[in-house]
């Protein structure tokens, strides 16, 4: 049985180096070709014009405003309750839970918070489309409770202020509501 030569601590350094080199090329090829070439795509063509949308949104600065303002309006009543501001596509980007605020009280608030923006409504409004379309309490994610409010720019939905935890919907749109005024302050 033949013994390997032993190397050099330099040479072992280099050889890895070398390695460690060509394996870091390599994947940067493959990145760098994953991200250049499609089969649908050809190099250099984007999508223009008609076939852009934009969107506006609450930065994470207001949407933090907001759900202050809201959580605030609501312990100057003496309401423990949870606050939820989500974006147009009701994707959750604040949530306060006050001290003292019931357990069920944040999952509510993102729901009504959901509601709200998904029909570009109050919640307490929502409400009483059920006796129409009593099916609508069934989508996911929904609540048709009072406590919720859509958050506009142009008449547009941009957000939803959802807030749980108040002894009736009432008080918690009111709460709501004063997150949404915050904004144009």
């Known amino acids: 049985m033949k013994h390997a030569r032993k190397t050099s601590k330099r040479t072992r350094i280099v050889i890895g180096g070398t390695v460690a080199g060509a394996v870091a090329l390599g994947t940067f090829a493959v990145v760098t070709a994953n991200a250049g070439s499609s089969a649908t795509t050809a190099p250099g063509v984007e999508a223009a014009g008609k076939n852009l949308a934009r969107s506006t949104h609450l930065t994470i ?79 996911p994610g929904t609540l048709f409770l009072g406590g919720g409010a859509p958050v506009q720019a142009g008449g547009a939905p941009i957000a939803g202020i959802g807030v749980a935890g108040a002894p009736s919907g009432d008080l918690d749109e009111k709460f709501a509501r004063a997150g949404v005024a915050a904004l144009g302050r």
């Open 61 to 139: 600065e207001a949407a933090t405003k907001a759900a202050q303002a809201t959580l605030d309006a609501a312990e100057k009543e003496n309401q423990r309750v949870s606050v939820a501001v989500v974006d147009r596509n009701g994707n959750t980007v604040v949530t306060l839970r006050g001290d003292g605020a019931g357990p069920q009280s944040y999952e509510s608030a993102v729901k009504k918070a959901y509601t709200a923006v998904s029909w570009n409504a109050p919640t307490s409004e929502l409400v009483k489309r059920l006796q129409n379309a009593p099916t609508l309490k069934d989508i």
